[in-house]
């Protein structure tokens, strides 16, 4: 279906008339390799989120997580990022396949800046590489090496604006039923629901 909003936005001239031009700055600011602040920064880690396409440009976004500093830096040009067990979708492990060109976004709690992380990607199962990538005492199931092209901090303005680290500003916990999204759907009665959210919740504290 064509596009009929007349105030779409459809040109870089367009959009760089609103929003002006980047700094000067700007130049120092992104990095060709993992500088010592970035280096801190990602050791400090304990989350970060994944950002692969398929060939075809399809997008996909997953959390990666584990205790800080769970990403490895291997050299200033290279990271290692475990897989571990999860629901077996791998659509961002998939995508890597089809085109290795990633985006990463590491964050730490409580702190408002981020550090983005683009590249390319590949997967390997060097033993060597899976045991250093190690937690709980199980080996990662896969690693991904990331090769840096762009790394560069973003402003805090987004989580100040969010108050994502202030906890009187969060609403009262809101959980997911893994089970009325399954097994409702498959004809399960309320029993069924609340075994299977038990059994979502013992995956989480046996399974990681």
Partial sequence: MPHTDPHR??????LRGIVGE?????????????EPAAEEFIQRSPF?????????????????GDG????VIE?????????????KLVFGLQNILLNPH??????????GETLRVNGTAELTLDPVILDRLSARGKPASIAIRVTVQECFFHC?????????WQPDSWLPEYRISFGKLLVSKMGGDD???????QFVEQDYKHNL
């Fill in 9 to 14: 936005i459809s040109t870089v001239e367009q």
């Fill in 22 to 34: 980047a700094s000067a700055l700007v130049q120092y600011k992104l990095w060709k390799t993992i």
């Fill in 48 to 64: 970060l989120l994944l950002s692969t396409a398929d060939a075809e440009g399809n997008q996909d976004v997953s959390p990666k």
């Fill in 68 to 71: 800080p500093g769970f990403a």
């Fill in 75 to 87: 050299n200033e040009t290279t990271l290692l990022i475990p897989d571990r067990k999860g629901n």
């Fill in 102 to 111: 990633v985006g990463l976004l590491f964050l730490i709690p409580g702190t």
């Fill in 156 to 164: 805090a303005k987004a989580f100040l604006r969010a108050q994502l």
């Fill in 191 to 197: 029993a069924a629901v609340q075994q299977f959210d």
